[in-house]
C-alpha cells in the first residue's frame, strides 16, 4: 500500500484552508447541497488530488462544455462504476510509480457517485473497491434522494410515500413510493472486513464534514462515505433553506451522523446526543412538511413515518444503525 498524505483533523473552522478546489463555474440549481458536499470534499483533501466523478449532477453541471468549477484533475466514469474507477486509477497510480514513470508521492483518489449510481447500479463495484486493502481511496455517495439529473426518478435511497417522477401521487394511489430507504453505510461496514473507515455526513456540519473526509483520506485502504444532500429541486423547497433541512434530518433523528473507525461505532453532533438521551428528536413532521414532495402526506401517514422512525431508535439492535432484533428463542 502506497503512504497517504498529511492531513491532519482541522481544529475550529479558522483553521479551514482558505483555498478552493472547486470554484465557479458551475451550473448546478441554486442551493444545491450536492455542489456544497463537492466544494468541502476537496477543500479538505487539497490540490493534490484525483476526483473522479460517475454520471449525474455532480458530472453533468460540473462540466458543462468548456467550462468546470474543477481545479484538480478530474475525471467521468459511467453511472454505475465508481467502484471500479476508483480502483483503477488507485492502481494506475501505484503501478506508473512503481514504473518509475511518475514521482512517488501519496496522491488522494476520490470517486463520487450518487445514490442511483452508488445505492442501486454501482453498489457491485463499490463493494469490490472496499475489499481492496492494497489501494488508498474514498468512495463519496452524494445522496439527493432521487436520480436527479434525469428529472427526478425515484431510487433505492428515495425516502417512503416521496413525490417523484416515477412516484407521482394520484387520486386512487396516493403512496406510490412504498420502499424504506437503503441502510447503505452499515451494509458496506459490516460486510467488507478490510474497509477500516465508514461514515455518514451532512453538508449542513461543514467542519465535521471536512475532518471525516481527511479521517477517510489518512486512514488506510479503500474507506466509504455517504452524506444526505438536500436538493431544492427535487426535495422541492425554497432554495435558502437547503441547510436547514440538512439539520432538521438531523434533528428529527431520520439521519444519524456517525462514522465507523476500524469496527467501532461512534456517534457524532446531534445524533449522539440524541443517542445518549440527551436530547429529545424532533417531531418528523417538521422536516416532512417543508418540502413539496410529501405535500400529498396525510396526517396518518405523517404518523406512520414517526412510528417507522421510532422504530429505528427504540427496537433496533444498534439504535438508528442496525436493524436487527434478537430472536428470544
Ligand atoms: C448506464 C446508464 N443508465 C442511465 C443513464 C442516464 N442517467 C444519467 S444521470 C442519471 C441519474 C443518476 O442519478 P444519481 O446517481 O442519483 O445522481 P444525481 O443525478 O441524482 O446527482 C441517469 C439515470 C446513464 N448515464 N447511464
Ligand atoms: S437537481 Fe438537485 S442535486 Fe441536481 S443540481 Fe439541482 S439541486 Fe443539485
Ligand atoms: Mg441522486
New binding site residues.
Given amino acids: 500500500m502506497t503512504t497517504v498524505q498529511d492531513l491532519p483533523q482541522i481544529k475550529g473552522v479558522k483553521n479551514i484552508p482558505l483555498e478552493e478546489q472547486f470554484t465557479s463555474g458551475h451550473r448546478t440549481c441554486q442551493g444545491c447541497e450536492?455542489a456544497l458536499v463537492m466544494r468541502l470534499m476537496i477543500k479538505a483533501a487539497g490540490p493534490r488530488t484525483i476526483v473522479v466523478g460517475?454520471?449525474?449532477?455532480?458530472y453533468?453541471a460540473n462540466t458543462t462544455y468548456y467550462s468546470t468549477p474543477w481545479v484538480v484533475p478530474w475525471m467521468h466514469t459511467?453511472?454505475?462504476s465508481s467502484g471500479s474507477a476508483a480502483t483503477g486509477t488507485a492502481a494506475g497510480l501505484a503501478s506508473m510509480m512503481r514504473k518509475g514513470k511518475m514521482k512517488q508521492e501519496p496522491i488522494n483518489v476520490i470517486a463520487f457517485?450518487?445514490?442511483?449510481?452508488?445505492a442501486d447500479?454501482g453498489l457491485s463495484a463499490i463493494s469490490a473497491a472496499l475489499q481492496h486493502d492494497e489501494y488508498n481511496l474514498l468512495i463519496l455517495m452524494?445522496d439527493?434522494e432521487?436520480?436527479?439529473?434525469?428529472d427526478i426518478?425515484v431510487?433505492g435511497s428515495s425516502p417512503w410515500g416521496a413525490n417523484s417522477t416515477f412516484s407521482p401521487p394520484g387520486k386512487v394511489h396516493r403512496i406510490m413510493n412504498k420502499r424504506w430507504k437503503k441502510n447503505m453505510a452499515p451494509m458496506l461496514a459490516t460486510g467488507h472486513p478490510n474497509c477500516r473507515y465508514v461514515a455518514t455526513a451532512c453538508g449542513s456540519y461543514g467542519l465535521d464534514f471536512n475532518n471525516k473526509i481527511r479521517r477517510a483520506l489518512t486512514i488506510g485502504g479503500p474507506t466509504f462515505i455517504h452524506s444526505i444532500d438536500p436538493c431544492p429541486k427535487g426535495w422541492d423547497y425554497d432554495p435558502k433553506f437547503s441547510h436547514e433541512l440538512g439539520m432538521l434530518a438531523i434533528e428529527t433523528g431520520l439521519w444519524v451522523q456517525y462514522e465507523i473507525i476500524d469496527g467501532e461505532l461512534i456517534l457524532n453532533g446531534p445524533s449522539r446526543s440524541i443517542g445518549r438521551g440527551i436530547r429529545k428528536r424532533k417531531p418528523i413532521g417538521d422536516y416532512l412538511t417543508r418540502q413539496g414532495r410529501f405535500a400529498h402526506l396525510t396526517p396518518e401517514d405523517i404518523q406512520y413515518f414517526q412510528t417507522k422512525v421510532d422504530e429505528t431508535w427504540e427496537k433496533w439492535w444498534m439504535p438508528g444503525v442496525i436493524p436487527l432484533t434478537m430472536s428470544d428463542e
Fill in positions: 450536492s460517475s454520471t449525474g449532477c455532480m453533468v459511467q453511472l454505475g457517485c450518487g445514490d442511483g449510481g452508488g447500479m452524494y439527493n432521487s436520480y436527479a439529473n434525469t426518478q431510487s
